[in-house]
Every structure is written in structure tokens, then in C-alpha cells.
């Protein structure tokens, strides 16, 4: 009897052992959700497990861009257990599907951001807030790298929306045109607007089936190519510029005397045929008329032109290309509020993104993967250290989406062709805005920048009527608080 009452009192011990043990464990297991929880994880998003994470990016595909996937893959697998998934929105379907993508609830994870709309993208609460806990947690040194300085630049009412890039990589508009067609006309060099149009005209008068200069949508990068000695740098959609040569004075293109200098190139070039005639806002351009021999000349920025003097070196070697700077000794940059990548709004797997993005910030050999392909394959790196293009590079050339290049540190030298500013001045005054806290009706801006100010641009609409319809339409959306906002925020 004694013995049952001793057997049944150790019982009763190991029975409330194992409940507090119980209580204690699912306690842990409570506080470790709720922590992964406030930080966008889920328990099994953790480094053990394998993560697909899709990312939908702006631009082409490059050709060889799955072998390198694969390879970036391997790391990403090893490192923090994830799997990428990209997804390109070409230029022809960006506009609609970018912000379809959003509307609609597809299934993705990451994005990169789209230049010139981040204050809107923030304001439509597509991207996610991202807090210090959460960078302090999955992308420590990012964090450390970026709070001090880029994360003022970005901020929206105290909230960081994005991860910046912080590799200023150049963006200066450059055009790339046919030497041999140039030597052809006797003129050699262009290094004037005069000395451009004289080519337009002889490919016009000569050649057949080719025009001088192919161009659509909006001709915005028309006007940094043109303008580019007079220092404007475009801060956003609207044509607001920052004057780097009067001490960052902000302006508005419209209201200014150049865009009616500018107007007035455009319409000429028009009506002598050097452009397309009644250039669609709608028509994509792209470098393949170009390459085709459609299209005596070629608007892009440095890099792609870069890319593409390379590759008709070698596949088309005859056309001798040559390109036009105008003179242009100043280095434009992409600034960080223009160029990075953010979290959707809602995702579950917001750890392992801001993991990814600490990947690309701090791993040398996925940085390079990303930014310039397959080494021995599209590049070699030379005694010197520095970044030297292969027979290959056509198919993975250097930066062909400035969305990998995250951090300037990683950066591999590079020696451009075309001769530019060697220095890069960095002077920003690219800062967001809260658009939440301003009366602005944004679809209705972005609808007249697209119906009236792109077609503007493109020469085929008058200017004179159709200016001052837009300045009064856009006065009503509630532009002048929206411009009042931006000279302030320029201020800091």
C-alpha cells in the first residue's frame, strides 16, 4: 500500500513537470511568433528553410540572364536559403503592368522601384514600411551603411519605404550614331546641335528607309541629352529639375524659357522628318532599329550606349560606331531615390527580403554575378583591377539593369570609351516627399503628363494652346502645393 501511495506521489510530480515544461516551451513559442510576426516572418521563414522569393524588375531580359540566375542562385541557396524568381517589365507594358501588379494582388514579393514615382508608390501604400528592428535584424550592415545619410534622402514622414542604392552609377544620355555614314557625309565630328542636324540631313536626303532619329513615349531623355551642359538634372515626371550650377535651384521646366528653346528644336526636327512625324506617346523605343540599320542613330544612357558600341564592334563592325556627347563635361548620377529596391506591401516573407537585399549589399561574388555576368565568360578582370568586357558581354553587358548595383563599394573599375567627366560630383537634392499630407489628385497628374506634356515633348502637338491648358489643368490637380513641397524638401 505504502509503496502504490509512493509510486502515485512521483506520478503526480512528473505530471506537473512535464506541464511546466509544456507552458514554458509553448510561452517561447508564442513570444517567437509574435516576434517573427511584427517583423513580417512567419516561423517558417527562418535560415533553414528554402524561400522562393519573386522579384519583378524594370527593363529587358538580358540573353544570358538564366545562366546567371543559376549561379546567384547557388549562393542565395548557401547563404540564406532563399531562391530568386525574376520577372522583367519590359518598357512596351511597364506603365500598365507595374501598377497592375499592385492593384490586382499578384504574387510577388519584391520590386524594383519605379524612377521618378517613388513619393507616389509610397503614397498608394504599395510598399512596405520598413523598421529599424527589421534592418537591424536581416540587413544589419546595410543598415549601419545607410541610416546616417540615404535614409534622410528617402524618408516619408519619418519612414524608410525602400532600400536605396548607393552606387551613383553615371546616367548621362549619350547618342551613339553610324561613323561610317558620318564620313560619308563629310562631317567626321558632331560636337554641336548645328553639326548633328547636318547628319540628320544627309541621312534624310541620301540614304533610304533609314530616319536619322527614332523616338516615342516622352522625349525626356531628349532633353538631358540636349540640355545636359546646362546642369538640370530632372527630379521627377513632372519636369521639375534641380539646377546644379545655381546652387540646386529648383525649377519647373515648363514654366521655364528653355523648354520653349527646346520646343522649338523638336518641332523643326519634325517637320524636317529627322523624327518620326507625329511621335506616338505611346510607342516604345528601343536599339533594335538601330542595330537593323533602320535608324541612323540611337538615345540611351551611357552604359547602354556603352553596350551597344561594344556589341556592333563586334557583329556589325562596318557601321563604325561613333558617339555624341555634345561637349557635355558633366557626370549626371543616379540618386538613390530613384534607383532601389522595395518589399511589397502584405508579403509573408519580408525577412528573407531584407536577407536578399543584404546579400546583394555585402556579397562581392553575388554583386558581380548580378552587375556583370559570368566571369570568363562576359568579363575578365584585368592586372589593373578593373572590369574589361569579353566577346560575350553582349549577352550579359555591364549594368544592364542599375537595380543590381546596390553598393559603389563592390563596384569594379571601369574605363569608358566615350570620354566623359572622369569625377562624379555627387550633389543631392533628390529628397522624397510625403504626398499623403498635400491635396494632390496624382492619377489625375500622371494622366496629364502622359495626354498633353509627353506629346509636348515629342513635338506634335502645338505648344502654344496646349501649354496653357496643361499649366491650368494641372494648377486644379493641386500642383501648386505639389511644387511648393518639392523647392522645400530641396532645402535641406
Known amino acids: 500500500m505504502r509503496k502504490n501511495v509512493i509510486h502515485h506521489k512521483i506520478f503526480h510530480k512528473i505530471v506537473i513537470l512535464l506541464c511546466i515544461t509544456f507552458i514554458l516551451t509553448s510561452c517561447r513559442y508564442d513570444s517567437k511568433i509574435k516576434q517573427s510576426t511584427e517583423l513580417g516572418i512567419v516561423p517558417s521563414d527562418t535560415k533553414d528553410s528554402m524561400v ?60 524594383q522601384c519605379y ?14 514600411k520598413l523598421t529599424d528592428d527589421m534592418f537591424s535584424k536581416c540587413a544589419p550592415v546595410t543598415y549601419e ?121 523638336i518641332s523643326k526636327w519634325s517637320l524636317e522628318e529627322y523624327i518620326p512625324f507625329n511621335a506616338s506617346s505611346k510607342k516604345i523605343v528601343n536599339k533594335d532599329k538601330f542595330l537593323e540599320g533602320k535608324s541612323a542613330s540611337y538615345l540611351g544612357n551611357i552604359y547602354e550606349i556603352e553596350n551597344i558600341k561594344c556589341y556592333v564592334n563586334k557583329k556589325n563592325p562596318q557601321y563604325k560606331p561613333y558617339v555624341v556627347t555634345l561637349g557635355c563635361n558633366l557626370n549626371q548620377v543616379r540618386y538613390p531615390m530613384d534607383n532601389g529596391i522595395a518589399i511589397k506591401n502584405g508579403t509573408t516573407n519580408a525577412a528573407k527580403c531584407l536577407q536578399f537585399i543584404e546579400e546583394i549589399n555585402t556579397n562581392k561574388d553575388l554583386f558581380r554575378l548580378l552587375n556583370y555576368g559570368i566571369k570568363g565568360i562576359h568579363y575578365k578582370i584585368s592586372k589593373e583591377g578593373n572590369y574589361v568586357p569579353l566577346v560575350m558581354s553582349y549577352r550579359y553587358p555591364i549594368y544592364n539593369n542599375y537595380v543590381w548595383c546596390m553598393n559603389r563599394k563592390l563596384m569594379l573599375p571601369y574605363e569608358f570609351t566615350t570620354e566623359i567627366a572622369d569625377k562624379i560630383v555627387i550633389n543631392n537634392r533628390h529628397k522624397a516627399i510625403d504626398m499623403k499630407s498635400i491635396d494632390i489628385k496624382l492619377d489625375e497628374i500622371d494622366t496629364l503628363n502622359k495626354n498633353l506634356l509627353y506629346p509636348i515633348t515629342l513635338g506634335n502637338i502645338d505648344i502654344t494652346e496646349n501649354l496653357s491648358v496643361y499649366k491650368k489643368k494641372m494648377e486644379e490637380a493641386g500642383f501648386n502645393l505639389y511644387n511648393r513641397e518639392v523647392i522645400r524638401c530641396s532645402d535641406y
Open 52 to 111: 522562393k522569393l519573386k522579384m519583378l524588375i524594370i527593363g529587358a531580359e538580358p540573353l544570358d540572364f538564366e545562366d546567371v540566375l543559376i549561379d546567384a542562385n547557388k549562393i542565395l541557396n548557401k547563404e540564406i536559403g532563399v531562391e530568386l524568381i525574376v520577372e522583367f517589365l519590359e518598357k512596351e507594358v511597364l506603365e500598365s503592368k507595374y501598377h497592375a501588379n499592385f492593384a490586382g494582388g499578384a504574387d510577388f514579393d519584391l520590386v
Open 115 to 128: 524612377p521618378y514615382h517613388y513619393n507616389q508608390y509610397v503614397a498608394k501604400s504599395a510598399y512596405m
Open 145 to 265: 551603411r545607410l541610416r546616417e545619410s540615404i535614409f534622410n534622402e528617402i524618408s516619408v514622414d519619418n519612414n524608410i519605404y525602400m532600400v536605396p542604392s548607393s552606387g551613383y552609377l553615371p546616367r548621362q544620355q549619350l547618342l551613339i550614331v553610324r561613323g561610317d555614314l558620318l564620313r560619308q557625309s563629310g562631317i567626321y565630328t558632331i560636337d554641336t546641335i548645328e553639326e548633328l542636324e547636318d547628319y540628320f540631313d544627309y541621312i534624310k536626303e541620301n540614304v533610304s528607309n533609314m530616319i536619322p532619329l527614332d523616338i516615342g513615349y516622352n522625349a525626356y531623355n531628349l532633353f538631358d541629352f540636349l540640355y545636359a551642359k546646362k546642369g538640370l538634372e530632372r527630379y521627377d515626371d513632372s519636369l521639375f529639375m534641380i539646377d546644379k550650377k545655381d546652387d540646386n535651384k529648383v525649377l519647373w521646366l515648363p514654366d521655364n524659357e528653355l523648354f520653349i528653346d527646346y520646343f522649338n528644336i
